[in-house]
């Protein structure tokens, strides 16, 4: 089992900057072996993909609507994965879900395995 927990999120004015962070730990959980994602839910609506980062953190993917204003990056060596979000607009407003998977990353909700608790972040207009 791989546990996650997410924090960092908040209330931020339109234009504003969060830092989220999330802790992977486990028995079986081994960083050359997990890719790692944010995904994000807003009420009434579904769970999307955000970013995902490979294992080495060599290639990072980003959904359209958040390129150029949030970046992923990982450190192996404190089992964390990030979600650095400048300019934040009152759309970015959701849940933020931290994932993991054991192989390739991928922009696809199901190819993921474990699923932190969600950490809120509210952007004001």
């Known amino acids: 089992q791989v546990q996650l927990v997410e924090s960092g999120g908040g209330l931020v004015q339109a234009g504003g900057s969060l830092r989220l962070s999330c802790a992977a730990s486990?028995?079986?959980?081994?960083?050359?072996?997990?890719?790692m994602a944010w995904f994000r839910q807003a009420p009434g609506k579904e769970r999307d993909f955000v970013a995902a980062?490979?294992?080495?953190?060599?290639?990072?993917y980003i959904t359209d609507s958040v390129k150029g204003r949030f970046t992923i990056s990982r450190d192996n060596a404190k089992n964390m994965v990030y979600l650095q979000m400048n300019d934040l607009k009152p759309e970015d407003t959701a849940v933020y879900y931290c994932t993991s998977r054991r192989g390739p990353a991928s922009t696809g909700r199901g190819a993921y395995e474990y699923w932190g608790q969600g950490t809120q972040v509210t952007v004001s207009s």
């Open positions: 980062i490979t294992w080495d953190g060599g290639t990072t």
């Open positions: 486990g028995r079986t959980f081994s960083n050359y072996l997990y890719a």
